[in-house]
């Protein structure tokens, strides 16, 4: 089942991966190292927004969720996707009020234009629509991986189509702006649906008449473990979204495009193993649950060797023809950014080794645990970072 439901994802990633580079590709041939860097900055300051309010609650409902279904709890996991969604649609709203009243403070750091603030704030929409954590979980304890493969390459390729639009149209950055972003609202509206038609085809309805009492105490820790999953996702957010901020600061718009490029040719192999992690921490969360420790701890292994191979395969690949891809992809005018992806590959094939630990960890309701290692060497990061750009 884990393989066949890797697999389903691994399809649609595929097509999502592909078509990633592409979009990105005729992005930046379209606006260039400088306009590509502007609209990178304005995309990395609202995921990071994003991230850090807005409550991302599919981890907590595969954990908990999972324990209701097997306990023959339906009333209880009811209570659990009532609580999700309004956690993640109160901090949705939160977020997006956020992510525009602190346009202004980030575009007066960065030396923003005015046009880039308005730009910004009209960006700032996609927060707003951002409440697919419980609509991810529900997905996922039902195995509904194909239902995921469709969805994401049917968004992808409307992204795809809609660049190539603008390209041919010659828009400025503004128009591929409003591509990216309604590309994303149509992401999470399709991902909503499908859930909320799964649960009502499965039998579970009239989920807002269900009392959210007691919930604390039938399922111990729930509180500690969505506050502990959320604040880890926001330290994550230092390392893949702020950096970007940090470099624009510091080097400008031109290099924000070369940096850019490498994380996205690194993020296609993310594509890939991500099926992985989505199929596994269900698998393992079960596996847990029933206490059968010794499968448990196969997986892992197993999954761990697997991943170390692909993701080293994958870096040489890179280095025997990395100029080749860029020069294919986004043209000379980034052939820079070949030696910096060069050791972001190599970093990101070291974190790829060691996926299937974070979904382990969470699966054993040590959240807290995944927070101080993802806080930890965040500490250690920035600093290091200002200092070498400086340097």
């Given amino acids: 089942?884990?393989?066949?439901?890797?697999?389903?994802?691994?399809?649609?990633?595929?097509?999502?991966?592909?078509?990633?580079?592409?979009?990105?590709?005729?992005?930046?041939?379209?606006?260039?190292?400088?306009?590509?860097?502007?609209?990178?900055?304005?995309d990395a300051y609202v995921r990071i927004v994003d991230k850090l309010i807005n409550f991302q609650s599919w981890q907590f409902m595969i954990k908990y969720g999972s324990d209701a279904l097997t306990a023959k709890d339906p009333s209880g996991f009811k209570a659990l996707v009532k609580l999700g969604t309004i956690v993640d649609s109160v901090t949705a709203g939160i977020g997006c009020a956020v992510a525009v009243a602190g346009a202004g403070l980030i575009a007066h750091w960065q030396n923003w234009s005015p046009e880039m603030i308005r730009l910004c704030m009209i960006y700032s929409g996609i927060v707003l629509f951002d409440i697919a954590g419980v609509p991810t979980g529900v997905l996922r304890i039902f195995d509904k991986f194909r239902s995921f493969s469709i969805q994401k390459s049917v968004t992808s390729v409307i992204k795809f189509a809609g660049v190539l639009i603008a390209w041919a149209l010659r828009c400025d950055l503004s128009g591929f702006l409003w591509v990216w972003m309604l590309t994303e609202i149509v992401d999470y509206v399709s991902l909503t649906a499908m859930a909320w038609i799964e649960l009502h085809r499965r039998g579970f309805r009239n989920i807002w008449a269900e009392p959210l009492t007691g919930i604390p105490k039938r399922f111990p820790g729930v509180w500690k473990f969505l506050i502990s999953t959320n604040l880890t996702g926001s330290v994550k957010v230092g390392f893949r979204e702020f950096d970007i901020l940090v470099v624009g600061k510091l080097l400008g718009f031109a290099d924000v495009g070369l940096y850019k490029l490498a994380k996205k040719l690194c993020a296609a192999l993310d594509r890939l193993t991500n099926p992985l992690f989505q199929s596994l921490y269900p698998e393992l969360t079960k596996l847990w649950a029933k206490r059968d420790y010794k499968d448990f701890r196969f997986v892992v292994k197993r999954m761990t060797y697997l991943m170390g191979g692909l993701s080293l395969a994958s870096w040489i690949i890179f280095v025997i023809w990395g100029h080749e891809i860029i020069l294919i992809t986004t043209g000379r005018e980034f052939i820079a950014a070949y030696s910096v992806t060069v050791w972001y590959m190599l970093a990101n094939a070291i974190a790829v080794t060691s996926l299937p630990l974070a979904p382990m960890i969470l699966a054993m309701g040590q959240a807290h645990l995944s927070f101080w290692i993802q806080f930890l060497p965040t500490l250690i990061y920035f600093p290091i970072l200002f200092w070498m750009l400086q340097a």
């Avoid at 439901?5 to 930046?28: H, M, P, Y």
């Fill in 1 to 42: 089942r884990l393989f066949k439901n890797t697999g389903l994802l691994i399809g649609g990633d595929t097509v999502s991966a592909v078509l990633g580079v592409l979009t990105f590709a005729v992005t930046a041939r379209a606006l260039g190292t400088e306009k590509l860097g502007m609209l990178i900055l304005i």
